[in-house]
């Protein structure tokens, strides 16, 4: 079994930043590509960041600038950083990744349980 387990997020005040991370645990081989995504209250889940395991890094254009997308392939982790957030950024954050598994000819993808980011003065 694979699992990614966030952690980060909570209350922010708007100006401020706010650091989301996420690890992949279990019978993992190799993860292909990592990213976040989050989710607004009544609406579709949008796209963030994503990141290759050489380091490749791509990012929504409504969100450049202000995000940073990392990761740690010996720790099978992805990290975000969110600066300046907004009222706007409120939303349910999630972590996915596409994933081989040991002893698996294909990848699956993944995704975290979602952690909460609440942007509010």
């Known amino acids: 079994q694979v699992q990614l387990v966030e952690s980060g997020g909570g209350l922010v005040q708007p100006g401020g930043s706010v650091g989301l991370s996420c690890r992949g645990i279990?019978?993992?081989?190799?993860?292909?590509?990592m990213g976040w995504y989050r989710q607004k209250v009544g609406e579709a889940r949008e796209w963030i960041a994503s990141?290759?395991?050489?380091?490749?890094?791509t990012y929504a254009q409504s969100m450049s600038g202000r995000v940073n997308i990392n990761r740690d392939n010996d720790r099978n982790a992805v990290y975000l950083q969110i600066h300046n957030v907004e009222i706007d950024d409120t939303a349910l954050y999630y972590c996915?990744?596409?994933?081989?598994?040991?002893?698996?000819?294909?990848?699956?993808?993944?995704w975290g349980q979602g952690t909460q980011v609440t942007v509010s003065s």
């Open positions: 996915h990744a596409n994933v081989l598994r040991t002893g698996s000819d294909y990848y699956k993808e993944f």
């Open positions: 279990g019978n993992i081989f190799n993860i292909r590509v």
């Open positions: 990141i290759t395991k050489p380091g490749v890094a």
